[in-house]
């Protein structure tokens, strides 16, 4: 069964550093043309899509925020980690993780999201 | 970067009606790289369409995609009450990859 689960802070203050753990079961992103991505969508706004990590290591920023996002990968413990510095209070959502399971497959998985506010 | 264009912004119909979506893309968009969500209220996104015109496993075949180049439709040929959601149409062949920025289908 597959499933993903994101993990991390409810609340932020403006200025730090979010870190969100994306735990993946039921498949590997170590196969061949698997993509993990991270989604995000602020109160009653569009989805955004944020980043995204391939099986092979390669990594692909969104543009506007490539200077604040990172991702990155522990296939031994089948994690996706985004970690997105200088925290603002426009960047309060619920954040997404997303299985693409080919090099043409489109987001075929998501999890539940986890919403996270920044305020002081 | 590839911005894509939802329209309308709200449909307003009834069970039973059509419903066609639109999704208008910047530049040309190789038609294996587009697909279709559905997200209610309160849920994650759901795929509905792959690779522009392929259902995704379980989703009715009263949903069809169709389009290629900068053009691309979801019909949903009779609307059952649920179907009244948000539809976002995303493109993931050029990095980075885009969403529209969605078409409500409301209850008339």
């Known amino acids: 069964q597959v499933t993903l689960k994101e993990s991390g802070p409810a609340l932020v203050k403006p200025t730090q550093t979010l870190k969100l753990t994306c735990t993946l079961s039921g498949f590997s992103l170590s196969t061949s043309g698997m993509r993990v991505s991270w989604i995000r969508q602020p109160p009653g706004k569009a989805l955004e899509w944020l980043a995204r990590?391939?099986?092979?290591?390669?990594?692909f920023y969104s543009t506007s925020l490539q200077t604040r996002l990172t991702i990155s990968k522990d296939t031994s413990k089948n994690q996706v980690v985004l970690t997105m510095t200088n925290m603002d209070p426009v960047d309060t959502a619920t954040y997404y993780c997303?299985?693409?399971?080919?090099?043409?497959?489109?987001?075929?998985?998501w999890g539940q999201g986890t919403q996270v506010t920044v305020s002081s | 970067e590839i911005v894509l264009t939802q329209s309308p912004g709200t449909l307003s119909l009834s069970p039973g009606d059509r419903a066609t979506l639109s999704c208008r893309a910047s530049?040309?968009?190789?038609?294996?790289?587009i697909a279709w969500y559905q997200q209610k209220p309160g849920q994650s996104p759901r795929l509905l369409i792959y690779a522009a015109s392929s259902r995704a496993t379980g989703i009715p075949d009263r949903f069809s995609g169709s389009g290629s180049g900068t053009d691309f439709t979801l019909n949903i040929s009779r609307l059952e009450p649920e179907d009244f959601a948000v539809y976002y149409c995303?493109?993931?062949?050029?990095?980075?990859?885009?969403f529209g920025q969605g078409t409500k289908v409301e209850i008339k």
């Open positions: 995303q493109q993931y062949d050029n990095s980075p990859w885009t």
């Open positions: 990590i391939d099986w092979d290591d390669d990594e």
């Open positions: 530049q040309s968009v190789r038609s294996r790289y």
């Open positions: 997303v299985r693409f399971p080919g090099l043409a497959a489109a987001g075929d998985y």
